[in-house]
Structures are given as C-alpha cells and as structure tokens.
C-alpha cells in the first residue's frame, strides 16, 4: 500500500445526507473512508452500527477502514466484513485475545489492525506487532470527534515506527483526531501513513479542496 493517506471519518458527515458526503469522498483525492462504531460501553458515546454500514456499503467507492471502539470487538468483526469493512481495527484495550482477533479477520479476508489509547504505552504490542497490518494510534481519548490533538503523539509514532522496523512487521501507522491542516504534513513527516480526519473535512467550507491540502 502506498502511504500518506487520507482518511475522512463519516463520524462528522451529515448524516441527514450520508450518500452525499460518501460521493463527495468518492470524487476527492481521499484514500480511505473512515467509519468509527462505538457502543456507549466502551466509550462513553454511541455512534452507528450495522444499518450505517449497509449504507457505507451501498455508496462506498473507497477502502473501508472500520475502527471498532466497542468491548467483544470478536463478536462482530465477521458482521462488519460481510458489510463490506476492507480494514477492521480493534482496541488492545478491548480485546481479550488480541491474538485469536487479529488472524480471525484476517482468515474472512479483510485486513487487520490494533488500536491504542492515548495513555496505551507502545511496547504493549511487542508480542502481536509482526502479526498486524496496521497500528492506530489514538492522537485523543476516543469517544468524541473535535478533540484538541495530544502532542505526545509524536512521540509514539516515533516508538510504533521503531518497533515496526525491528520487528520487519509491514504495519502501517493511522492516526485518528484532532488532525487538521496545521499538523499533517508534520504527522506524515514524523512517521505517519494514515492520517483520518473528520471535523477538519466536514466542517470546511470546501472539504474536497481541504482533503487535498491534508495531502500536501
């Protein structure tokens, strides 16, 4: 996969107009189309599940990349592949047998990550780093979009990247919130592959033209 990625998280899409905004990333210079599904259990917040990603299904022309921020991620991997997830990310923090997890969805063919909360230290993936095919590092604590961006961030791509190479893993690195055009080109600078942005796409006055500045 090449990298410097983008990302838009439906999360800040009007979802009065999902087909809409998903075309809109259809015809960007986007990479990737970013669904967030949370259950209020593990984060203190609820999105959407199964009946959005029909819809993402439907209309989607990009890479579906699902980040699970749920408990028992196991339990619905398999649902969200069948509905068309190309990437599902689980929480280490989640995920009793992160192991199990990961090849499982990469037995239904899609591709598998582990995610990482803010104050998660990177080593915790020394045993699993070889197996996954992409980190995402959390840059706020999950749960809402429009949060101020951690700077301790940099730090630990910094750490995912080492760990990556001295493991020949082929992982890639995702960051997920407060992205914006300010810090973008410094994130893919730092180490970054994938960078997923939400409020910084949907709330611009032009979110195609915005999607390629985050590109610059």
């Given at each position: 996969?090449k990298?410097?990625?983008?990302?838009?998280s439906?999360?800040?899409?009007?979802?009065?107009?999902?087909?809409?905004?998903?075309?809109?990333?259809?015809?960007?210079?986007?990479?990737?189309?970013?669904?967030?599904?949370?259950d209020?259990?593990?984060?203190?917040?609820?999105?959407?599940?199964?009946?959005?990603?029909?819809?993402?299904?439907?209309?989607?022309?990009?890479?579906?990349?699902?980040?699970?921020?749920?408990?028992?991620?196991?339990?619905?991997?398999?649902?969200?592949?069948n509905?068309?997830?190309?990437?599902?990310?689980?929480?280490?923090?989640?995920?009793?047998h992160?192991?199990?997890?990961?090849?499982?969805?990469?037995?239904l063919?899609?591709?598998?990550?582990?995610?990482l909360?803010?104050?998660?230290?990177?080593?915790?993936?020394?045993?699993?780093?070889?197996?996954?095919?992409?980190?995402?590092?959390?840059?706020?604590n999950?749960?809402?979009?429009?949060?101020?961006?951690?700077?301790?961030?940099?730090?630990?791509?910094?750490?995912?990247?080492?760990?990556?190479?001295?493991?020949?893993?082929?992982?890639?690195?995702?960051?997920?919130?407060?992205?914006?055009?300010?810090?973008?080109?410094?994130?893919?600078?730092?180490?970054?592959?994938?960078?997923?942005?939400g409020?910084?796409?949907?709330?611009?006055?032009?979110?195609?033209?915005?999607?390629?500045?985050?590109?610059?």
């Open positions: 996969m990298t410097k990625l983008i990302a838009p439906l999360l800040a899409a009007d979802f009065g107009n999902l087909q809409r905004d998903i075309e809109m990333i259809n015809n960007s210079q986007a990479d990737w189309l970013h669904v967030d599904v949370m209020g259990r593990f984060v203190p917040n609820i999105s959407f599940g199964f009946p959005v990603m029909k819809t993402v299904q439907q209309h989607a022309k990009k890479f579906v990349d699902v980040h699970l921020m749920i408990v028992e991620p196991e339990k619905y991997v398999e649902e969200f592949i509905q068309g997830a190309d990437l599902v990310s689980v929480h280490y923090e989640a995920c009793t992160l192991h199990r997890t990961i090849h499982h969805i990469q037995s063919g899609a591709k598998a990550g582990v995610v909360n803010p104050s998660t230290p990177v080593l915790m993936l020394e045993d699993i780093i070889a197996d996954v095919d992409l980190v995402l590092l959390m840059s706020v999950p749960g809402f979009g429009g949060q101020k961006f951690i700077e301790n961030t940099y730090k630990k791509i910094a750490e995912t990247k080492d760990l990556i190479l001295s493991n020949n893993s082929t992982a890639l690195i995702e960051i997920d919130g407060g992205i914006n055009i300010d810090n973008a080109a410094k994130l893919f600078e730092a180490g970054a592959d994938v960078l997923v942005a409020n910084a796409v949907f709330s611009a006055e032009n979110p195609e033209r915005t999607i390629e500045l985050l590109k610059i």
